[in-house]
């Protein structure tokens, strides 16, 4: 598997399938709930903004700011949010740090100092430099980029908390895992993590009541 390339429908049935012959735990989240959905996003600057936005809150909060966001801005563009400025930004209900953060990434992209439009020719540690530079854009931020908007197959997205918690409930954990468990629980699922992180998505869903197999 080239972990380069964008996973397809037909390369996620393959992942699920052959995680379940690795780990008899996951067996069980795809017997269960079968194939987990791609909960794709487009690549480019709207996501990244809504990633920022799901930063230390719920996807159902980030999602209401982020709709809102793009009502009054008539669409989540560098231009845009330049022309909102922080201010802007702020009285759409963005924290203070966070109206800063989407605020420079679109001075960054405006600017040409990241062209996401080529961010998926560019070598993952290339990209992954560039993309950490932005003020805002850390390692967990990247992860789910790369996993959702790229649809790289062997992405862990670190420090993901709905992850450690599904961990400690699949596995039967006293406690959710820490990063350097989780790693090391989620290294003998490679070349396959980010099909694992999916299933293990399922499951934290489903048992809060919250999924019904489609969006994330």
């Known amino acids: ?15 699920a399938e052959a995680l379940a012959t690795m780990d008899p735990d996951l067996a069980q989240l795809l017997a269960r ?3 987990p959905p ?8 709207a996501t990244l903004v809504q990633i920022i936005l799901e930063q230390q809150v719920s996807l159902k909060a980030a999602k209401t700011m982020f709709e ?6 008539r669409g989540v563009t560098p231009a845009s949010v330049l022309g909102a400025g922080e201010d802007g930004l702020k009285t759409q209900g963005l924290t203070r740090q966070k109206a800063r953060y989407c605020y420079e990434l679109a001075h960054r992209v405006a600017e040409g100092e990241l062209p996401l439009d080529r961010l998926h020719q560019w070598s993952e540690p290339e990209g992954r430099k560039a993309l950490l530079a932005v003020p805002g ?15 790289r197959p062997d992405i862990w997205p670190q420090g993901d ?6 961990l400690q409930e699949v ?8 990063r350097d468990q989780q790693k090391r629980l989620s290294d003998p699922w490679s ?8 299933l293990l998505w399922v499951h934290y869903l489903a048992a809060r009541g919250d999924y019904a197999g489609s969006g994330r």
């Open 33 to 35: 709930f079968g194939v």
């Open 38 to 45: 791609m909960w794709p996003r487009e690549p480019g600057f």
């Open 161 to 166: 908390l709905a992850l450690a918690v599904a």
């Open 1 to 15: 598997m080239n972990s380069d390339a964008p996973l397809t429908e037909d390369g996620l049935r393959h992942g």
């Open 171 to 178: 596995k039967g954990l006293e406690a959710p895992p820490t």
């Open 191 to 198: 070349p396959w993590r980010a099909v694992a992180a999916r």
């Open 68 to 73: 809102r966001l793009e009502q009054a801005l």
């Open 137 to 151: 854009l850390g390692p967990w931020s990247v992860d789910v980029y790369y996993l959702m908007a790229l649809r």
